[in-house]
C-alpha cells in the first residue's frame, strides 16, 4: 500500500521564480493538505483540497495556489518566490475533509530560494 | 495567539527514563480533536494519536501515554522507559471543528534519548 509521495525531493529556485510541487495521496484517500514547515518550527497550514475544490485555507498570500485533479493528485504552486518561502513543504491526505480523519504526511520536498 | 503550545522546545533523557511532553491548546470550539505527530530525523511526520473533545479517557499504547485534560486544556504525551529509536521531534496539533477544521501545530519538542 503506496504512501503519501512528494516530488522533487529537493529543489532549488531564484527569487521571482515560480515552482510546482506535487503530490499523490495514500491509497483510498481523497483529500489533500498542504503545509509549510520552515526549520525548527511546527507545520504551518496552507490549504485543503477536496473534490477538485480549495475547501480551506490558511494565512497564506495569494501567491500560494493549488489543484486538485480529478485522480486525488494535487500540485502546489507558488509564484514570485522570496527568501523566506524556503521550507520543507509538506503534504498529507486524509479518507475525507475537515478534522475527523487523521492526516498521512509525505516525506516532503525540501524547497531552497536564493 | 498561539493555539498550540509545546514550552518544552528541547530535552533530553537517559535510555529507560521516563519522559512527558507538553502540549497546552486554545480553542473556543466544543468540538475539537488533538493529535499528536512524531517527526523522526528523515523529516516524515508520523501520527501517533487522535483525540475528539469529548473523550477524555487517558490513552496507553505500548510504551506511550497520553493524559488529556480539558480542565487544563492540556494533551500531555508520556513515554515511558524511553528508547534510542524515540529520539526525534514530537509534535502536538489541533483542528477545530466548529470554526473551520484548519490544523494548527505546534511548535514541536525535540527529545534526544542518551543510550
Known amino acids: 500500500d503506496a504512501g503519501v509521495t512528494q516530488s522533487p525531493t529537493h529543489l532549488i529556485k531564484t527569487r521571482g521564480q515560480q515552482v510546482t510541487l506535487r503530490c499523490s495521496p495514500k491509497s483510498g484517500h481523497d483529500t489533500v493538505s498542504w503545509y509549510q514547515q520552515a526549520l525548527g518550527q511546527g507545520p504551518q497550514f496552507i490549504f485543503q483540497?477536496?473534490?477538485?475544490?480549495?475547501?480551506q485555507r490558511g494565512n497564506f498570500p495569494d501567491r500560494f495556489s493549488g489543484h486538485q485533479f480529478p485522480n486525488y493528485s494535487s500540485e502546489l504552486n507558488v509564484n514570485a518566490l522570496l527568501l523566506g518561502d524556503s521550507a520543507l513543504y509538506l503534504c498529507?491526505?486524509?479518507?475525507?475533509?475537515?478534522?475527523?480523519?487523521?492526516?498521512?504526511f509525505g516525506p516532503g520536498t525540501r524547497l531552497t530560494v536564493t | 495567539a498561539q493555539k498550540v503550545t509545546q514550552a518544552q522546545t528541547e530535552i533530553s533523557v537517559v535510555e529507560k527514563e521516563d519522559v512527558t511532553l507538553d502540549c497546552v491548546y486554545e480553542?473556543?470550539?466544543?468540538?475539537?480533536?488533538l493529535f499528536w505527530y512524531k517527526q523522526p530525523p528523515s523529516g516524515e511526520l508520523v501520527f501517533l494519536i487522535r483525540r475528539n473533545s469529548f473523550d477524555e479517557q487517558n490513552e496507553i499504547s505500548g510504551r506511550y501515554s497520553w493524559n488529556f485534560q480539558k480542565s487544563t486544556s492540556s494533551f500531555n504525551f508520556t513515554i515511558t522507559a524511553s528508547q534510542v529509536v524515540d529520539s526525534a521531534v514530537y509534535f502536538c496539533?489541533?483542528?477545530?471543528?466548529?470554526?473551520?477544521?484548519?490544523?494548527?501545530f505546534g511548535t514541536g519538542t525535540s527529545l534526544t534519548v542518551i543510550p
Open positions: 496539533a489541533l483542528s477545530e471543528v466548529d470554526t473551520g477544521n484548519q490544523f494548527y
Open positions: 498529507a491526505s486524509s479518507l475525507g475533509p475537515g478534522a475527523t480523519y487523521e492526516q498521512y
Open positions: 483540497y477536496y473534490e477538485e475544490e480549495e475547501r
Open positions: 480553542t473556543r470550539d466544543t468540538t475539537y480533536y
